[in-house]
């Protein structure tokens, strides 16, 4: 434990059956619907991603991409890939940049890349929740989406975190009708308590229910979204939606403080920087330096610096660029690095640092069963509404990752037809002796696999709480300002300063973590932070013992 312990805002919850967390009530009980139903952890996955599709509309939808990590009774681990690919007619000049500097390089004339028709990949969301619940659930479609549906047609009432997503994005919201007439209704943004039906989404999950995944892929959903496209000078088609298949990836796999860390490959950064700064920090006492000190800090800054210096190379699509994976996770290559850091001052570290435009608002889901199945899934539109485009008639909202690939040609993150999105995803599960000791993720564009890192030495090298580890303060630099939150006390910022690190506060770094702890006698806690409507429901309980009726009714069964 640390000396001072961290004040929480939250408490966490506990189960001996399941425990789901997401970030949003709602998402929570509707995984934990099917856990009471019977169900494994991919089922009450799965429920909670098409729930949270309705009540987390600004983060996550069928016209998105995600990572799922599996980890499957039998100990196999397996990373489900359904990111968004560039659209088949893209060409690398479809944009015209702004300029080349790194603060305006992947910006575009006319932000089309961000905003609008152009700005939307082909998804792969829907393809891959199918494809898990298909292949490793237990419960048909129509149960799992059976909340989902609920709750477009019936209603939820809006929360203050919803409330301020729809605020921050009206002025951009209102140039499209159909996020108007939703979001906007008679021209004012819902408030918080205002309830929010979406008949037309509940309508197209009921399609989707009966159909599945291939009536968006290539059926009558998929034609009637690629018209409007179409109608819109967009370039996606029917044959982007086709094309973009679900795939099976291997994850990457490190060690730290006795536990082996597991997280996404390539196109996710996430896991292999994950890896790498943990490589690097290893060699530290970071313990005995004490948990929030400015050494500490100090330390796990550079490690970050360094990741995203070397990131430029380890963020692509595979089938494009050959990824130095085996390189940027040796623990070889990691003392060589830590090496180099100077334990009293700042330093730059060369190497092309890319100031990405990474979609920061994004949801995840941790999921574990009593059978010894655990998922932990990133799924994301990119930014807050995506592209704020909404398709009429089947009510889903756009994403807008090409605003993540560079609009210049000629470069390792230009467009190429079929290029996969890259994405600083980190859905983790660490094992301790071959099982699981933590499930963790969180949403937050580039800042969310540093903050993952942050939660794991929380857990290992300081002894954190469950709680403690998803709400401790948090620090963030790809190499410019050092962000910290209002959490780090004023005099560690100022020795961090006094080290030559250009110190900005901020409100938070990343977003809402949510998180699962394995016990030893096999009770699961789950906890969620501050920083999103983050909901851990456990279930424990269980049916009835054999023959109890006969007891009750004051005779012995036969």
Not at 380 to 408: K, Q
Request: glycine share 12%; aromatic share 6%; with cysteine.
């Amino acid at each position: 434990m640390t000396e001072t312990p961290i004040a929480t805002t939250k408490r966490p919850a506990t189960g001996s059956r399941g425990m789901v967390v997401t970030n949003h009530p709602l998402g929570s009980t509707a995984g934990a619907e099917m856990l009471a139903a019977g169900g494994n952890a991919v089922d009450a996955a799965v429920a909670s991603l098409f729930a949270l599709t309705v009540v987390e509309p600004m983060m996550v939808g069928l016209l998105g991409g995600g990572m799922a990590h599996l980890r499957l009774a039998d100990g196999r681990h397996v990373v489900v890939d359904g990111m968004a690919a560039v659209p088949l007619a893209a060409t690398p000049d479809l944009f015209t940049p702004v300029g080349d500097e790194p603060a305006v390089r992947l910006e575009t004339v006319g932000r089309k890349n961000h905003f609008g028709p152009l700005a939307v990949c082909a998804p792969g969301t829907l393809r891959a929740w199918c494809h898990m619940l298909d292949r490793y659930g237990t419960l048909p479609l129509a149960d799992v989406m059976a909340p989902a549906i609920r709750h477009a047609e019936r209603g939820f009432a809006v929360t203050p975190y919803l409330a301020d997503c729809i605020g921050d994005t009206a002025a951009e919201m209102a140039l499209d009708p159909e996020l108007s007439r939703i979001y906007l209704p008679g021209g004012t943004a819902l408030k918080a308590g205002d309830r929010l039906v979406q008949g037309d989404t509940a309508e197209t999950l009921r399609t989707v229910a009966k159909d599945g995944a291939e009536t968006l892929h290539g059926g009558a959903l998929g034609r009637l979204v690629a018209e409007w496209f179409a109608r819109q000078e967009g370039i996606l088609s029917l044959d982007d939606l086709r094309a973009n298949p679900v795939i099976e990836r291997k994850p990457v796999r490190g060690t730290y403080r006795g536990h082996e860390v597991l997280g996404p490959p390539p196109p996710s950064s996430g896991g292999v920087h994950v890896v790498q700064m943990l490589n690097i920090l290893e060699g530290f006492d970071l313990r005995a330096l004490g948990f929030g000190s400015p050494a500490a800090l100090h330390r796990i800054a550079e490690a970050m610096k360094i990741a995203f210096a070397d990131r430029a190379v380890a963020t692509a699509d595979p089938a494009f660029v050959p990824v130095p994976v085996d390189r940027l996770t040796d623990k070889g290559y990691a003392a060589e690095r830590r090496a180099l850091i100077d334990p009293d001052r700042a330093q730059a570290w060369q190497a092309g640092v890319s100031v990405g435009h990474e979609g920061a608002n994004t949801t995840h889901v941790t999921v574990a069963d009593a059978g010894g199945m655990v998922v932990s899934a990133t799924q994301t539109i990119n930014s807050l509404f995506g592209a704020r485009v909404r398709v009429p008639g089947v009510g889903l909202i756009a994403n807008n990752y090409m605003c993540n690939f560079d609009p210049h040609p000629g470069r390792a993150q230009s467009l190429a037809p079929g290029k996969r999105v890259s994405t600083s995803m980190a859905p983790l599960i660490l094992l301790r002796d071959g099982k699981p000791a933590f499930a963790l993720g969180l949403p937050g564009g580039l800042k969310i696999f540093p903050s993952a890192m942050q939660a794991v030495v929380g857990l290992l090298e300081y002894g954190l709480t469950l709680q403690e580890a998803v709400e401790a303060p948090r620090i963030f630099t790809q190499g410019q300002a050092l962000e910290v939150e209002v959490g780090i006390p004023e005099p560690v910022r100022a020795a961090l300063a006094a080290m030559g690190h250009a110190v900005q506060l901020v409100p938070h770094v990343g977003g809402g973590m949510n998180a699962i702890r394995f016990a030893a006698d096999g009770m699961l806690e789950g906890a969620s932070c501050w920083r999103a409507d983050g909901t851990p429901i456990g279930v424990a309980g269980g049916l009835a013992r054999p023959g109890v009726r006969f007891w009750i009714e004051g005779r012995p069964p036969a």
